[in-house]
């Protein structure tokens, strides 16, 4: 399997499963979680002046801005081995991830995108029953992550980082899926 030391990022869609596989490969692989959407989530529920600004994009579906995001990954990435979920969302988050990697002298090893289709993350979505999984939200995010995936998708296979996943199907076929590409 991979070290203790390794540092991956979890990618997928709104709905692929990415929380709950970067929770069970954590475990699994001793690595620490750190989730950009509970992250933000904690900030909403706490009603700081991040978690207000955060709750007015979410309630859209629209993305947060670049600027708080990287703010908040900059303090939770830590040296040793992590699973990155949640985050980079766009090209230039990507770069600048990489800016902070080369600022902490870390090294990603790995970048799994789960990928899945429109109607199995609609029905996900609405089974999960969250207060911003709502229809037409759930299309704006669909729309705007499938606006920024395949640069981001490529810019980590320039980086010969890029593995594919399937992320249909239960949650032990994923993981295991995943556990099967990281040998």
Known sequence: MVATDTKMILFGAPGSGKGTQALKLAKE???KSISL?????????K??????????????????????????IEENLISGGFILDGYPRNLDQAKTLDDILTRKN????????LEIDENTITKRLLKRGRGDDDPLVIKKRWEVFI????KILKHYKNKKKLIIVDGRGGIDEVFSRIKDVLK
Do not use: T, W
């Not at 009603?47 to 908040?72: F, I, N, R, T, W």
């Not at 870390?106 to 995108?113: P, S, V």
């Open 29 to 31: 692989l001793k690595l």
């Open 37 to 45: 959407g509970d992250i933000l989530r904690l900030e909403v529920s």
């Open 47 to 72: 009603a700081s002046d991040l978690g207000k600004q955060v709750h007015e994009y979410m309630q859209k579906g629209l993305l947060v801005p670049d600027g708080l995001v990287s703010k908040v």
């Open 106 to 113: 870390l090294k990603l090893d790995f970048f799994i995108y």
């Open 147 to 150: 606006e920024e995936c395949n």
